[in-house]
């Protein structure tokens, strides 16, 4: 249902709006954030109608940071499909990413609820910070791991965080600081997890080939863990790869064996784990419910994904 109501709310009568925005939905997405925020709404009983069009509004505003983030990386693909970018133009994919941001925040207005309102911009001003903290971090491997929890913070955790209390605006309000506070640790595991994927992952399951991050000199938690431990001599071979514009397969190939053989892999997932952690403790203070249960699978399935 939430996906007919984000047809609804970012239809347009503009022709190539709707060309781009049926495409993006025909994109299969995993739809976790909606997911999550209906799950919270639902903490001590029924999903409220009002539920449906947040969830919604927070789908519009992950599709809009993905068109932003493939136009900005310059990206070919986007779940194993052209991105939108590829298929139009870089402007065309900013403009279709304002869009939906606006269609969004437009439809919370219509709800009339100020303090949703309040919650997505605040994510939304949190995920642009990300984005520019990111620009900053490539090609810096003395990009150290407070820095990377800040990023991943603001650029993924926060809208997280925003539809689990988002959920609780439209349910159990006296919950709302409980669950965003568990999808503030949720998101971080999340985002270790999908950092590690880069590493591990299978294009034919994730959409992207191994190695991305490296490629787009993206310095992450496996690669800060290696680093501490990798002679001097692989870490040599890492500074070179950041120091070519287009690295090669193999080079690529490398650094990753690199990562994995100098414990890497491990640290990052011993990281997320301990998100992980913290984000079920935080579901011990909500009453038991069926919600929770299904709360606390999302947790399990964010740590242990394959794509």
Known sequence: MVVERLGVIAESDFSLIEDVRSYLQQVPGKLFRPTLLLLASEVEGETPEE???????????????????????????????????????????????????????????????????????????????????????????SHGEDNYYRLISAKTASLISAACELGALAGPRKHRAT????????????????????????????????????????????????????????????????????????????????????GGIGYARAKALEYADAARGELLLLPPSPARESLSEAVAYSVNRAR
């Open 51 to 141: 539920a449906l069009t947040l969830g919604a509004a927070i789908e519009l505003v992950h599709m809009a940071t993905l068109v932003h983030d493939d136009a900005v990386d310059n990206s070919a693909l986007r779940r194993g499909m052209p991105a939108v970018n590829s298929l139009w133009t870089h402007q065309i994919a900013i403009i279709m990413g304002d869009y939906l941001y606006s269609r969004a925040v437009t439809e919370l207005a219509r709800l009339g609820d100020l303090e949703a309102v309040r919650v997505l911009a605040s994510a939304a001003n949190a995920m642009s910070v990300g984005e520019m903290r990111q620009l900053l971090a490539c090609d810096d491997l």
């Open 179 to 262: 669950l965003g506070r568990f999808g503030r640790q949720l998101g971080m595991a999340f985002q270790i997890a999908d950092d590690i994927l880069d590493y591990v992952g299978e294009e034919e399951v994730t959409g992207k080939p191994a190695g991305l991050d490296l490629r787009e000199h993206k310095v992450t938690l496996p690669l800060i863990g290696a680093l501490r431990r990798m002679s001097p001599a692989g870490a040599a071979k890492i500074r070179r790869l950041f120091e070519v514009a287009e690295p090669g397969n193999a080079e690529i190939a490398e650094a990753i064996a690199l990562v994995g053989e100098n």
